[in-house]
């Protein structure tokens, strides 16, 4: 902890990233050696990852430039690696559901290829996530950080520190208000269904907001709860949209590497006809999709100004900053 660095604040900052390295470190066997047939284990381990790695900013003074360096680089290795094959497995349960339910047989093959090319790569991806591991165990990561998150805890339970302080409260509303602003600048940008750089980007800010908004709720006594609701909703959507883009790039890309090896092996491309049946039609379907999930975004974003949400928010987020600091006892 550096110097003149609010204990309480540290000590907040150390039960939160012990609570997502924990939840890392207890599923290490079951991501190595059963993911590839519950997914869920990648999943819950990236969603770890994923909170850890944008909670350490918000603590950055409680610790050393270096040490926060190797935590970020190593924990950001694990996201990058679990997040390649939780995209493949969310993928794969998709086609999977939509094979039961396709409205013309002949769709079958097409998707029925598709789903084998992406269980192969996911194959691939399985021997990446177990060389990840290792280097994840041989960093000694967890160790490290432990070592140095635990010390904290104990000072502020021999100081008997309380819980709150005014810098958490100062940092709640600063940063929030920070990612709050960087969410509502998206706005012009984004009125084009066609901008998808921009539409993901703001998917990324928006969920710096959700993350910070969800670390710190339990100091603003349940008053953050229906502004994570709304912004949760605004995630969900431009998650949606953003995999909708990923198929748009996706399926013309099989196609393509689909019908080389089929000239490759067979020296003609015949066999595109029946496959490119049911990419065909889940392209069509991805598109329209896409189009309504924009539709409902677009109308969400502007309830949310309309009804000064976003004016809301930063109230709430001031007001929480001005309980959190105590009177001045030598005052009036």
């Not at 470190?25 to 381990?45: A, F, I």
């Not at 680089?73 to 339910?101: H, N, S, Y």
């Not at 999930?293 to 502007?302: E, K, N, S």
């Amino acid at each position: 902890m550096t110097q003149g660095t609010d204990t309480s604040f540290c000590a907040f900052g150390a039960k939160t990233l012990i609570k997502y390295l924990t939840k890392i470190t207890k599923d290490l066997e079951n991501v190595r050696d059963n993911s590839p047939e519950d997914p869920e284990y990648v999943h819950q381990m990236r969603i770890a990852s994923r909170r850890l790695r944008s909670a350490l900013p918000l603590f950055r003074d409680c610790f050393t430039h270096n040490a926060l360096q190797r935590w970020s680089r190593e924990i950001k290795r694990i996201t990058r690696f679990l997040g390649k094959a939780r995209d493949t497995d969310v993928q794969l349960l998709f086609l999977e559901e939509k094979m039961k339910e396709l409205p013309d047989p002949a769709f079958l093959w097409g998707i029925q290829r598709l789903h084998l090319r992406l269980s192969q790569k996911r194959q691939t991806l399985q021997a990446e996530i177990v060389r990840g591991l290792d280097h994840f165990n041989k960093s000694d990561l967890a160790v490290d950080m432990l070592d140095t998150l635990r010390p904290l805890l104990g000072k502020a339970a021999l100081e008997k520190t309380p819980e709150r302080s005014p810098s958490i409260y100062r940092v709640a509303s600063e940063i929030g208000r920070t990612c709050m602003a960087d969410v509502i600048s998206y706005d012009s940008l984004i009125r084009d269904p066609r901008n998808i750089t921009e539409l993901h980007e703001l998917r990324k800010s928006n969920k710096r907001l959700r993350y910070t908004l969800e670390f710190f709720a339990g100091f603003f006594d349940n008053k953050l709860e229906p502004f994570i609701e709304q912004v949760r909703e605004i995630h969900s959507l431009l998650g949606e949209i953003h995999d909708c883009d990923v198929w748009k790039d996706l399926l013309p890309l099989f196609l393509e590497e689909e019908a080389e090896r089929a000239l490759e092996y067979c020296g003609n491309t015949r066999p595109m006809t029946k496959i490119r049946r049911g990419i065909d039609f889940l392209l069509e379907e991805r598109t329209a999709l896409r189009d309504k999930l924009y539709g409902d975004f677009i109308v969400i974003w502007d309830q949310n100004h309309e009804t000064a949400f976003w004016d809301d928010l930063e109230k709430t987020l001031l007001q929480g900053m001005k309980n959190g600091i105590p009177e001045d006892p030598s005052g009036p």
